[in-house]
DNA sequence: GTGAAGTGTTGCGGAATGCAACAGACAAGA
DNA sequence: TCTTGTCTGTTGCATTCCGCAACACTTCAC
């Protein structure tokens, strides 16, 4: 019994998005869980913000709150811990208002410690798909983020673009 | 472990499921932002919770705990919380281990009422999509979701198939 | 220089989670 | 039937993540 709530799309789409609801419910939910379970050095938190550093190389904390929603104290306060583990840094030139950030060397050797370990994960679950398959739904989920960006965009010109999405549709 | 379909994985793979675990890191950590924010009457966690007890009627708590990876402790306090507000009850014939779960009226109006606002967001980010793309990413969606499901199922034979999935290739 | 706005930090409390220990229920065998 | 082992659920305790509010500091605009 859904509610069929729909804004104003074809009667098609209610259903649909509702089963891309629940996917998406369940994939976050057991994510966190896979991720938690794996012994990284770091938490899916961490991990997260890490992931927004090497895409926005430069950021600020504000930035990253922005992305993911949180609460600037929030990301303080993990920056703060990630800052005396040692793979975030300040960089030097702070020119303009707050304080960029970058990863360290071992910032980066975490980082791709624990995408390694997660993306085993990925890679065994796509096993049996295509090569096609594979590059279809990579590209379907960027756009998806990228849409679900939203307004939430007034960013420094130095930063890599949001996404090197490209391939096949 | 997993069929030889395609361990070899192309030179391809490797940047496409790199690409695919950054965007559900994305997803994952903006999703349940996104939840708190909006303001529900229950948590993500209850509402993952739910969802379950919808696809799995009759299922117990411990089926809970292993489809989430979730401790038992952790489902036990959940769903001592669900059941006081009324949204989640044991059904009466109690056959056999554990103690079968099942929504109230109420639950289920909290379910649908959930999902109907959390749908509205993800409608809007797939404003632009066509209904084609719509279904082709939700199924690949649920794909990935029951190819992820992994070993954990050694399930009562009363539950619901896993997943209703069929629709469009 | 002064005021306004942006940025980061800290105190406080709440929610979610895991671990370990425990109690009750069920199943299989003596 | 009784006993023993296993499964299921619960509770105490600690930890992590998070938001809100208040604060200090910096940067910008006038």
Redesign the interface.
């Known amino acids: 019994?859904?509610?069929e709530?729909?804004?104003g799309?074809?009667p098609?789409?209610?259903p649909?998005?509702?089963?891309?609801?629940?996917?998406?419910?369940?994939?976050?939910?057991?994510?966190?869980?896979?991720a938690?379970?794996a012994n990284l050095s770091l938490s899916?938190?961490d991990?997260?913000i890490l992931?927004y550093i090497v895409?926005h190389p430069g950021c600020r904390s504000t930035d990253i709150a922005q992305?993911?929603?949180?609460n600037r104290s929030t990301v303080s306060r993990q920056l703060a811990g990630l800052m005396k583990l040692g793979v975030v840094r300040e960089t030097t030139d702070a020119s303009g208002r707050g304080r960029p950030l970058e990863l360290t060397g071992s910032g980066w050797a975490a980082y791709d410690e624990a995408?390694g370990i997660?993306?085993g994960?990925?890679?065994?679950?796509?096993?049996?798909?295509?090569?096609a398959?594979?590059?279809?739904?990579?590209h379907?989920?960027?756009?998806?983020?990228t849409?679900?960006a939203g307004e939430t965009r007034p960013r420094h010109p130095i930063e890599a673009p949001d996404a090197?999405?490209d391939?096949a549709p």
Chains 1, 2 share one sequence.
């Not at 379907?140 to 983020?145: A, E, G, H, V, W």
């Open positions: 019994m859904r509610s709530s729909n804004t799309t074809t098609e789409r209610g649909a998005t509702a089963d891309i609801l629940r996917a998406l419910i369940v994939i976050s939910r057991r994510g966190v869980a896979d938690r379970i899916m938190t991990q997260s992931g895409d992305a993911f929603r949180l995408i997660l993306q994960v990925v890679d065994e679950t796509l096993d049996d798909w295509t090569d398959e594979v590059a279809r739904f990579a379907d989920l960027q756009r998806f983020n849409g679900a090197p999405l391939k």
